[in-house]
């Protein structure tokens, strides 16, 4: 397969994590890759193992997508080149109440989350319905199905990424284009170390690896379904349990944990 025949994936957060790993076994898929970060040396790094490895060429576009300059730059690189496969996967974690919390850090997180998630996407999307192919993967979260004190905009719009993922499906069908929210729960990543959130509080058989998440992305992708997927059978089956579950009852689990624990650093 040459150069000119090799489809082209864009995936944002590439020089970490399940960015990193989505990069990686797209390679393998005989994909061509746009990465996108706010590490310029991580991504060539990155650039080159992937050439070496795969034989995949890689363009890097170091930006950070909490500014809207640079969230226009990389919608300037879809409008501009086609791309086959959109991985929305930039983003980041931060624990603590509202009151407390930097309001830059939660502006940022909206931005991310929302208006680049968004804007990438629409970007993709006016693209691929031309062509009638091509791929949208928004990396939401379990946390998308909660609500929970310390965690307001992190829950807030993960459960945005996905309800605008399962929107925009029902707007793409017949067109080709196929649209999915990967919703992982804890995934070994550099994501818990970068929000300082402590991680032995979670026990190990809730733990995934990033390989095995992003391969359940990509056998999705392989079979157009589903829009909504959720790695590992017990993630699936506490998913099904919180969208049963009274929202009431819910909150007062939460609510009693919370006092149980004591309120400490989260409340306000």
């Known amino acids: 397969m040459t150069s000119a025949d090799r489809p082209v994936a864009l995936v944002t957060g590439a020089s970490a994590g399940l960015g990193r790993e989505f990069a990686r076994q797209l390679g393998v898929l005989g994909y061509d890759l746009v990465l996108v970060a706010r590490d310029a040396e991580r991504l060539d790094a990155l650039a080159t193992e992937l050439r070496d490895l795969f034989g995949a060429e890689s363009e890097v576009l170091a930006a950070d997508l909490s500014r809207d300059e640079d969230i226009s730059r990389v919608v300037d690189r879809i409008d501009q080149a086609p791309i086959h496969l959109l991985v929305n996967n930039a983003g980041f974690g931060t624990r603590g109440s509202i009151a407390r919390a930097s309001r830059e850090d939660q502006e940022a997180m909206l931005r ?140 007062f689990l939460i609510m009693r944990r919370r006092v149980h624990r004591g309120s400490g650093a989260q409340s306000p």
């Open 112 to 251: 991310v989350h929302v208006i680049a998630a968004h804007r990438l996407a629409q970007a993709a999307v006016q693209s691929m319905i031309g062509r009638r192919r091509g791929v949208i993967i928004n990396v939401s979260s379990v946390a998308s199905f909660l609500t929970s004190p310390g965690n307001v905009n992190y829950n807030s719009t993960k459960t945005w990424q996905r309800v605008y993922t399962e929107s925009l499906a029902l707007e793409l069908r017949g067109t080709g284009v196929y649209a999915q929210a990967l919703c992982p729960g804890y995934t070994h990543t550099e994501f818990h170390q970068r929000g300082n959130m402590n991680k032995k509080g979670v026990p190990g058989w809730w733990w995934m690896n990033a390989e095995n998440v992003v391969a359940s992305s990509l056998r999705a992708v392989r079979r157009r379904r589903p829009v909504v997927v959720i790695p590992g059978i017990g993630y699936k089956l506490a998913a099904l349990a919180l969208q049963l579950m009274p929202r009431w009852f819910w909150h």
